[in-house]
């Protein structure tokens, strides 16, 4: 070997992965962390305090918290959370930046109601000493009653009212999909951002996305199945 040899560089190990692969191995594996307060990345932050007033500060304490704990999170880790971050506001902005963050530290995606069934539920529950469970709620707030009895006397009473919820409503299933629409939009962005050249350096984003719109093949399977019935 010569001084005059060049110094080669190992190669790097590049993976490659989907962008909600990336996503979740940045928030869930690598411990990444958005740097707005919702957070709580800067909780501890003091501005204007130099390095010897901290050091004073442990001195009076007695002990150091110097050592142990966790390191960084990966460098292309960082960058991904980056580039969640700084979703623009038309794509959700700081919203949805915390909705992909939680959705993928769980390996998840938007509910778009695929489990939601019309259905009736009582508002309240009351507990029956006669059932010995809890029965549904009612309460005397419904019309005033006016009638006779067989004696041709005047009665009066208010009418009790079980008050009620929908679940599983057109609208409601409506509202779960466009936020998975919204939430596919930004995913979209991301992977955009993240393909370009340079931006990460260990991992390579594939073309692999999330289903546009889950519930069409849903419903394709589902009528497949009554057919076949």
Known sequence: MTLHQPITRSPRNVRTMSVQDALSWAFLTEKA????????????????????????????????????????????????????????????????????????????APDWGQEDRLGITPCGWDWSDEEGCFVAGASATGSQWVWRDKHRNKREAQGVVCAVSYTGTAGMIAGKRRNYLAWYGAVLDLWAVLRRPGTLDTIQITDSLPPLAPWRSASIINSTMELER
């Open 33 to 108: 962390q958005l740097d707005f307060d919702q957070y709580g990345a800067h909780e501890f932050d003091r501005r204007g305090v130099d390095t010897l007033w901290i050091l004073a500060r442990r001195a009076e304490v007695g002990v150091t918290v110097d050592g142990g704990g966790t390191s960084d999170p990966a460098r292309d880790a960082q960058i991904i959370a980056a580039v969640v971050e700084a979703l623009p506001e038309p794509l959700g902005g700081r919203r949805m930046a915390m909705q992909i963050a939680e959705l993928a530290r769980a390996r998840s």
